[in-house]
């Protein structure tokens, strides 16, 4: 069907934003459960890429929602639709010349191989974050997992709605395991190579 919209040809294109800013746009996405440390490690993984130098910006699962994405709750429809809006908005940040750095539990493998097909397989690195689900219980950052057992939330991740974990993510990171400033370095060692202009 024809929809009448006919996108404007930009003058400056995103080659010269990325060579102007001397880095290779990436997008490192961290997928795992709520409370796996997806939102502490893209942290200190954006300050270290920042210091290093790198112009860079942080999508965060709480952020978007309540902004961006504030219509949107957490049936299977509206987590599909909450992961294709940040693809979007990390398309447009790769083409403004950022590293962008996201962090959403994003359950369903289908969704991540879409984000990977949008910005392009050779700017995409999935991390995963891996914690047992019994950890990040213990952890309850935000208390949602006690509401979830007792029924106050529905459709949590891990509980009574699905997390497919990732097959061959780029970085694998267990963050019950391993220390913070290792993990780190694991995906900025991953991505170093090429992310120079
Ligand atoms: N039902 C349910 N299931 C999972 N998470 C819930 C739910 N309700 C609220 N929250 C809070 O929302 C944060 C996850 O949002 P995301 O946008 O990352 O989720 S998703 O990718 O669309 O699945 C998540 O943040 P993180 O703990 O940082 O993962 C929770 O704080
Ligand atoms: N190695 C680790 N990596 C990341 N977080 C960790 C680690 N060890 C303990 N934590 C703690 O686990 C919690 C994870 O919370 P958060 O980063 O908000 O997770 P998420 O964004 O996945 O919900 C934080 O309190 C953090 O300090």
Redesign the pocket.
């Known amino acids: 069907m024809e929809n009448h919209i006919h996108p404007t040809v930009f003058k400056i294109s995103g080659k010269q934003r990325k060579e102007r800013l001397k880095q290779q746009p990436k997008l490192i996405w961290f997928t795992g459960l709520?409370?796996s440390g997806?939102?502490t490690l893209a942290n200190a993984v954006e300050v270290q890429l920042f210091e290093d130098g790198y112009m860079t910006y942080l999508l965060d699962?709480?952020n978007?929602?309540t902004g961006l994405n504030k219509d949107l709750g957490?049936s299977d429809s509206d987590?599909i639709e909450?992961?294709r809006r940040i693809a979007e908005v990390s398309k447009l940040m790769m083409d403004a010349g950022l590293l962008v750095v996201s962090a959403?539990?994003?359950?369903f493998r289908e969704e991540r191989e879409m984000i990977a097909e949008l910005v392009g397989k050779e700017n995409f690195l999935e991390v995963f974050v891996d914690c047992p689900i019994e950890v990040c219980e213990q952890r309850d950052?935000?208390g949602?997992y006690a509401k979830a057992r007792k029924g106050i939330?529905?459709?949590?991740?891990g509980i009574d709605?699905p997390y497919e974990k990732p097959l061959d993510p780029a970085v694998h990171v267990h963050s019950d395991q391993e220390e913070l400033k290792d993990s780190v370095q694991k995906v900025i060692k991953t991505i170093s190579a090429n992310i120079c202009h």
């Open positions: 709520s409370g997806k939102s699962g709480d978007i929602r957490f987590r909450n992961i959403f539990i994003s359950p950052v935000k949602l939330i529905k459709n949590f991740t709605s």
